[in-house]
C-alpha cells in the first residue's frame, strides 16, 4: 500500500516568515494530494488540493509543488501569521482505491 | 456550508464495553468512511462505505469493529467489546464521489477506554 512521510514534526518560524512542509510518498499510483490544517480540539479542515496532473497551485499565501518523479509534494505559506499556528497533515490517494494515506502532521508555531 | 457532525464530542467506557459512535455525513455524499488518530500518532484508515456495505477496511478493522448506516442520515461505527489501544480521537468523513474528490472530515469523538 501507499506510505507517507511528512517533515518536520514540528516547525517554528517567526511572523512573516515562509514555512514549508515536505511529505514524500510511496506509491506512483496515487493522484490526488490534500492538505489539511487541525486547530486544535477542530476537525482537520482542507486548505489546499493538487492533482497528480499539475505542478504547482497557489490560493493567496499557500501553494502546494508536486514532483511525480521524486515523488514528494511540499506546502508553502508565505507571510506566515500567528493564526497559521496549528497541526497540518498531507495525504495521498490512490487513484483506484476510496482512502487517503495521511502523514504524520507538522505541529507549526507562528511566533508574533 | 454543509458539515460532517459526529457524536458525542468525547466518550469515556470501561474496557470491555460497547461504543457506538455516531456521524451524520454530508447529505448528498455517497462515500463515507471511519480513520482515527491515536495521541500523537497518523491519523489512520479504518474502513469506507458505500452503496450499503463496506468498500474497503483495514487491517485494524477486525472483528470488533463494525459499521452500519441505520437510516437515511446517520453512518455508526460499533466497537463491540473496547480495549483499551481503542482510546484514539475518531473521524468520520465522506466525499461526494469515490475518487479524487475532497474528503469532509467531522469534528471528532475521542473515545476514551479506562
Known amino acids: 500500500g501507499e506510505n507517507v512521510e511528512q517533515h518536520p514534526s514540528t516547525l517554528s518560524v517567526q511572523e512573516g516568515d515562509s514555512a514549508v512542509i515536505k511529505c514524500t510518498y510511496s506509491?506512483?499510483?496515487?493522484?490526488?494530494f490534500p492538505w489539511y490544517k487541525q486547530e486544535l480540539g477542530k476537525r482537520p479542515q482542507l486548505i489546499i488540493d493538487?492533482?497528480?496532473?499539475?505542478g504547482e497551485k497557489k490560493d493567496q499565501r499557500i501553494a502546494v509543488t508536486l514532483n511525480k518523479t521524486a515523488k514528494h509534494f511540499s506546502l508553502h505559506i508565505t507571510e506566515t501569521q500567528p493564526e497559521d499556528s496549528a497541526v497540518y497533515f498531507c495525504a495521498a490517494r490512490l487513484s483506484s482505491f476510496n482512502k487517503f494515506y495521511f502523514g504524520s502532521g507538522t505541529k507549526l508555531n507562528v511566533k508574533p | 456550508e454543509p458539515e460532517v457532525t459526529q457524536t458525542p464530542s468525547h466518550q469515556v467506557t470501561q474496557m470491555g464495553q460497547e461504543v457506538i459512535l455516531r456521524c451524520v455525513p454530508i447529505?448528498?455524499?455517497?462515500?463515507f468512511y471511519w480513520y482515527r488518530q491515536i495521541l500523537g500518532q497518523k491519523v489512520e484508515f479504518l474502513v469506507s462505505f458505500y452503496n450499503n456495505e463496506i468498500s474497503e477496511k483495514s487491517e485494524i478493522f477486525d472483528d470488533q469493529f463494525s459499521v452500519e448506516r441505520p437510516d437515511g442520515s446517520n453512518f455508526t461505527l460499533k466497537i463491540r467489546s473496547t480495549k483499551l489501544e481503542d482510546s484514539a480521537m475518531y473521524f468520520c468523513?465522506?466525499?461526494?464521489?469515490?475518487?479524487?474528490?475532497?474528503?469532509?472530515f467531522g469534528q471528532g469523538t475521542r473515545l476514551t477506554v479506562v
Open positions: 468523513a465522506s466525499t461526494k464521489r469515490g475518487e479524487d474528490t475532497e474528503a469532509f
Open positions: 493538487i492533482r497528480s496532473n499539475v
Open positions: 447529505s448528498n455524499h455517497l462515500y
Open positions: 506509491d506512483s499510483a496515487s493522484n490526488y
